[in-house]
């Protein structure tokens, strides 16, 4: 089964300071992996996704995440962060026989605080 | 563009009753929609996944006689939690997407709080 950990609940930082969020994945078979943001009262948006290529992945809003398949990790950095990235962030999985369907594996959350 | 709605955003409602839960896709067309529940501090669950005009398919474990969903049209999907009880109170989050062959990308409604007392 395939499965997502968070391992920081809440990271505060402060402004224009770097910052990394670290997602695991546990699975048997290859993955292809999500980031989203929650701004309060919205719905998650995507910021960046691997699905193959490059393992170095942009997005919007200056970040970017790294697929490490030995590490069987998806971490995501922004190296100068603003005010306005405090949100909740979801890291997510699926695997190939989900991905047309859309079924998606999400982790636990990540509270990113700006403090400025 | 892009954008999912859900109504209402908070709901109150008294064990035993039934209330029902709207998404929906408000500039596209939602090939496949999604339901989600996500508790306190927690990841969001999958519940089910419907197809327009057909039966939703429900994650292992979700009760599809209480949760029922009905995906009428390719803009509106709906949400019934039946005889809710306290242990129904949660977060409950919408998703469309518009490709039949890329359900991966999803558009999120700002979800609805269910509170049964």
């Known amino acids: 089964a395939q499965s997502v950990t968070q391992l920081d609940s809440q990271v505060p930082v402060f402004e224009e300071a770097p910052v990394e969020l670290r997602c695991n994945y546990s699975s048997s078979v290859s993955v292809y992996l999500f980031w989203y943001v929650q701004y309060p009262n919205q719905g998650l948006q995507l910021l960046l996704k691997y699905l193959s290529g490059s393992t170095l992945v942009k997005g919007i809003n200056g970040f970017e995440a790294e697929f490490n398949k030995s590490q069987t990790s998806f971490h995501l950095r922004k190296p100068s962060v603003h005010i306005s990235d405090t949100a909740e962030y979801f890291c997510?999985?699926?695997?190939?026989?989900?991905?047309?369907?859309?079924?998606?594996?999400f982790g636990q959350g990540t509270e990113l605080s700006v403090k400025p | 563009g892009a954008v999912v709605s859900q109504h209402p955003s908070w709901v109150i409602c008294k064990s035993g009753t039934s209330v029902k839960i709207e998404c929906r896709s408000l500039?596209?067309?939602?090939?496949?929609m999604f339901w989600y529940r996500q508790f306190p501090k927690q990841s969001l669950m999958l519940m089910a996944t419907?197809?327009?005009?057909?039966?939703?398919?429900?994650e292992q474990g979700v009760e599809k006689d209480k949760f029922l969903i009905n995906h009428a049209s390719l803009t509106l999907s709906t949400l019934t939690v039946t005889s809710a009880h306290p242990e129904d109170s949660s977060f409950y989050i919408c998703?469309?997407?518009?490709?039949?062959?890329?359900?991966?990308?999803?558009?999120f409604g700002p979800g609805t709080r269910l509170t049964v007392t």
């Open positions: 998703s469309a997407s518009p490709r039949i062959d890329r359900g991966y990308e999803q558009y």
């Open positions: 997510a999985v699926s695997v190939r026989e989900w991905l047309k369907g859309g079924k998606l594996i």
């Open positions: 419907s197809n327009e005009g057909s039966k939703a398919t429900y």
């Open positions: 500039d596209f067309q939602a090939t496949t």
